[in-house]
């Protein structure tokens, strides 16, 4: 199995609409992420959170809202989806080593979301 | 501002065609410089993690090095399955990470 699994895979919703993006690790880290991606523009962070009580904005958050739910769990939410939110969106996750070395952060599959 | 940019955007190699693909960063306190392939439809797969100027990691056809402002990956004599996006980031403070916006590698047989 997945050690990071996304949900849905791939969503087509229309303007104005609420949706959820779910992320699910079964690795045991602390640190997860969430990153758009957009051709050309490379992966942009939109929230990331150090551990269930930490949560802090990234990059591009306007427009976006997150829940980290449990260790294992971090939500990404569109309160109001718009045309130009249409991307694909990663969760990370990491694991904090405390050796003042930078983390690795793995990626999973991806959720290919379309704003109509 | 902080800024990874790729280069090429995209390259065309014939297999067995040794390339290099580079990296420039513009960030102060490099903790540490990432590469990352990525499939089409899938989540970036690690590859390398480079710490200081002059280190250099290996892994199959694939070699990355490191300078004070730029990095290559070096694909030594490429195959088809080495097809992908190449995406380069750097770690500039705890845990947040720049990408570059990637280089698309198609390797003919």
């Known amino acids: 199995d997945a050690d990071v699994t996304q949900t849905p895979r791939n969503r087509i919703t229309k303007t104005g609409k609420r949706i959820m993006l779910e992320c699910s690790q079964t690795k045991g880290h602390d640190r997860m992420y969430w990153y758009r991606q957009d051709p050309g523009l490379g992966l942009r962070l939109i929230y990331y959170?150090?551990?269930?009580?930490?949560?802090n904005k990234g990059e591009i958050s306007d427009g976006y809202s997150v829940s980290r739910q449990a260790q294992a769990k971090f939500s990404l939410s569109l309160e109001s989806a718009i045309p130009n939110q249409t991307a694909l969106y990663f969760c990370?996750?990491?694991?904090?080593?405390?050796?003042?070395?930078?983390?690795?952060?793995?990626f999973g599959p991806g959720t290919r979301l379309t704003v109509l | 501002e902080d800024q990874v940019t790729q280069s090429p955007e995209a390259l065309r190699l014939q297999e067995g065609e040794s390339s290099s693909l580079n990296c420039s960063y513009t960030v102060s306190g490099l903790r540490g410089l990432f590469w990352y392939r990525q499939d089409p439809g899938k989540g970036p797969e690690f590859l390398f993690t480079?710490?200081?100027a002059g280190e250099e990691k290996e892994k199959e056809r694939l070699k990355a090095t490191l300078t004070k402002k730029e990095s290559f990956l070096h694909i030594t004599a490429p195959k088809p399955e080495d097809s992908a996006t190449y995406l380069c980031a750097v770690d500039d403070s705890w845990g947040k990470l720049q990408f570059g916006a990637g280089t698309q590698v198609v390797v003919t047989p």
């Open positions: 959170s150090f551990d269930v009580k930490d949560i």
């Open positions: 480079l710490y200081s």
């Open positions: 990370a996750t990491s694991d904090y080593l405390g050796t003042g070395s930078p983390d690795t952060q793995y």
